[in-house]
Structures are given as structure tokens and as C-alpha cells.
């Protein structure tokens, strides 16, 4: 039953995200957002990791599976439900799409930087995972900046 759930509300929330922008990208979507793909399947990948882990530290370690761990988790989660449906939306020539890929990893690098250096709150593994995640976001910014700039240099004189 839960299972059914969270499906609508993904379906839902996919609906939302790929409905309602008029703007396309100016050079062919797919050119440039297969590494864009590649980084965000990675990303899917370590949040799947993340809740495995947390699940059998769950059972073997509580003292490593906190409520400040699930609480990320739970973030991460969004995150990772959120970028593959933008991203979805920009390989069908989206520019808000696209923009919208570098301001949740804009996001995502941001808070895993500060929940990182935050003496106390997570168990040492999660800093980790955290560290990770803000280095991949940070290529995964860095990498859509330049293809969203790269139709602007080709049009100048």
C-alpha cells in the first residue's frame, strides 16, 4: 500500500515538474547531458547505498543509524527522487529544466557542506557520504553551467 503511494506521488510530482515551461534550450538537449546523466545516476546510486546502509546499521549498530541520519537520508531521498525528473525535462529541451538541475545541486552542495562541519550531529560514516555528495554536486554544477553556456559563446560575433 505504501509502495502505491509514494508511485502516485512521484507520478504526480513528475507531472508538475515537466509541465509548464515554454523555454527550450537553444542547442540539441541531448548534446552535453549525458555526464549531467551519468552524474545524477550516481547520485541515485549513493542514496541507495545510503538507505541500505542506514537500514543495516539500523539493525547491527543503532549508535550509527541516528534520527539525525534518517532525518538526511530523508532529504537526500527528495533530492534524489527531484533531479532525475528535472533532468528528464531538460533532455526533452528544457531550459528551466536545466537550470533547475544546477539549483538543486547547488542546493544539495550547500547543505551536505554545512550538515559536514557540523560538530556532533552525524555519525562519521555520513560525514563522508556527505562530503561525497558535495563534490559530485559540485561537478554536476560545474558541468551544466558550461553547457548552458555554450549555445551563448557559439552565438557571438
Known amino acids: 500500500m505504501l509502495l502505491l503511494t509514494v508511485e502516485s506521488i512521484v507520478l504526480y510530482i513528475d507531472c508538475v515538474v515537466n509541465t509548464g515551461s515554454n523555454e527550450t534550450v537553444r542547442a540539441n538537449p541531448a548534446v552535453g547531458l ?4 551519468n552524474l545524477v545516476r550516481a547520485y541515485v546510486v549513493l542514496t541507495i547505498g545510503t538507505i541500505i546502509a542506514l537500514i543495516i546499521m539500523g539493525a547491527v549498530a543503532p549508535h550509527l543509524a541516528t534520527q539525525e541520519a534518517w532525518g538526511h537520508a530523508v532529504i537526500v531521498v527528495v533530492f534524489a527522487v527531484l533531479l532525475p525528473l528535472r533532468l528528464r525535462a531538460a533532455r526533452k529541451g528544457s531550459a528551466d529544466a536545466l537550470r533547475a538541475v544546477a539549483i538543486i545541486a547547488s542546493v544539495l552542495l550547500a547543505v551536505n557542506v554545512v550538515e559536514a562541519a557540523l560538530p556532533h550531529a552525524f555519525p562519521g560514516w555520513m560525514r563522508i557520504e556527505m562530503v561525497v555528495i558535495a563534490l559530485l554536486m ?5 558541468t551544466v ?3 548552458i553556456r555554450r549555445p551563448r559563446a557559439a552565438n557571438l560575433p
Open 34 to 37: 549525458q555526464a549531467v546523466s
Open 145 to 147: 553551467i558550461r553547457i
Open 138 to 142: 559540485a561537478v554536476l554544477v560545474t
